[in-house]
């Protein structure tokens, strides 16, 4: 089910060094049914490689047990689907500048790991050819009823040829929040460079390491994230593949993300690629020190919270808002159960029903969620990235007990 590394997956180097141990935790994406064995627990820990300087987990869950029946669908979340219209103007407004992209008309996009298709039709409602790859079969056929053509297939150096054989290079190929994701990144990304041909745009999504360091994300340390880049650490992994970087732009997903554009044909870096660069150097982020005090802080803030929550169960019922994965490393690492929490409510009717992997918290939906709580009670913001979205909702059905912010950086209740 899973191998545990001792090498670095980006340059190979065997002096990848321990940064926080999170403890055996099951796959944060198990949720399991009540009548369901419980989940294996599988070894969480962040290590960094001294050579590269890339912050890894060590082990590798195989992909078919992680990735081939997804519970998350991109469209369920607001603000996914606002950012997807921001994505796409801003590529648009940087392909603009570049010669024989520019004026092309239409455009081809092709997009890895391209879940239900939510991004892919902003480019077709702008007239762009567009076309998707999805390893969940689930989601992959939602897509394509909603008009996105989509395949059910891992991406690899071997589906690329094929792509590129059967439909010429694409124009943009864009890989959001799965590059972190694959093992196999090297295979991944040199198939993106098939895709993208001479003269074809990669975009590539990723969680930002400065932010993981600066706002205390460790709750973004799950199975399926193996890799935690920095712009620097995913440009030199690029450039091992002949893409080079040249723009960059900031996205607000996973509560701060780098969107950075590479290309085989050396179009010339913006002067925010060049600030971003410098700005990542002098904040040291891909230095031991920052992660080292990184986990001293993640040790202390989940202690923390655990108190603070234990403290509110005693006084009056705490719900949960979000079974992300993120909330799974938190709730799992800070020692939260139903022992101290009674719900956790999720909008996303497929994990509805179910529990909470590790800790055990039935997942209920927001109806039957607010209305087990009153205002001596709490709710427990686990997806805090999505913070203004929730807060709204929970105020606008009428709630008035206490919301207990957990992250960025400091615990807060609202
Ligand atoms: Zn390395």
């Known amino acids: 089910m899973y191998d545990l590394v001792t090498d670095c997956r980006i340059c190979g180097a065997t002096d990848l060094d321990d940064v926080l141990d999170l403890g055996a935790q099951p796959l944060a994406n198990h949720l399991r049914y009540p009548s369901d064995r419980p989940p294996e627990p599988i070894p969480l820990d962040l290590r960094l490689c001294l050579t590269c300087s890339t912050a890894q987990i060590s082990a590798t869950v195989h992909p078919h047990e992680l ?3 997804y519970l998350w669908v991109t469209g369920t979340s607001d603000a996914a689907r606002h950012y997807s219209d921001t994505f796409v103007d801003r590529v648009d407004r940087v392909l603009s500048k570049l010669d024989g992209i520019g004026n092309k008309a239409p455009k081809f996009v092709i997009e890895v790991a ?8 902003r480019f077709l409602e702008r007239g762009w050819k567009a076309f998707g790859v999805e390893p969940a079969g689930n989601i992959a056929e939602t897509a394509a009823a909603c008009g996105v053509p989509t395949l059910t297939e891992f991406f690899s150096t071997e589906l690329a040829d094929l792509l590129q054989r059967e439909y010429g290079c694409a124009d943009v190929v864009v890989a959001r929040n799965v590059i972190p994701h694959v093992a196999d990144v090297h295979s991944v990304i040199e198939g993106l460079a098939t895709v993208a041909g001479d003269r074809g745009v990669v975009v590539i999504e990723a969680h930002s390491a400065e932010v993981i360091l600066n706002e205390l994300h460790y709750d973004s340390i799950y199975h399926e994230h193996l890799f935690y880049f920095s712009l620097e650490t995913l440009c030199g992994l690029c450039e091992q593949h002949g893409l080079y970087p040249f723009d960059v732009f900031d996205s607000p997903i996973s509560g701060g993300s780098v969107v950075a554009f590479f290309a085989q044909h050396r179009y010339p870096p913006s002067s925010r690629l060049d600030e971003e660069v410098r700005r990542g150097r002098g904040l040291e982020t891909n230095s031991h020190d920052r992660w080292e005090a990184f986990a001293d802080s993640a040790i202390e803030h989940a202690a923390t919270l655990k108190e603070v929550i234990a403290e509110c169960s005693r006084s009056g019922k705490v719900v949960g808002y979000g079974a992300s994965a993120r909330s799974s490393t938190m709730l799992n690492f800070a020692g939260i159960t139903s022992a101290d929490v009674v719900a956790v409510i999720d909008q996303n009717k497929l994990k ?49 007990g206490s919301i207990v912010v957990p992250l960025p950086r400091t615990i807060r209740v609202l």
């Open 114 to 121: 391209s879940n239900d298709g939510t991004f892919l039709r």
């Open 352 to 400: 509805q029903g179910r529990l909470t992997a590790g800790s055990d918290i039935p997942i209920v939906s927001p109806e039957v969620g607010i209305g087990k709580i009153g205002k001596s009670d709490t709710v427990l913001l686990l997806a805090w990235n999505f913070k203004e979205e929730i807060v709204d909702k929970l105020r606008r059905s009428g709630f008035r």
């Open 67 to 69: 990735f081939t029946s």
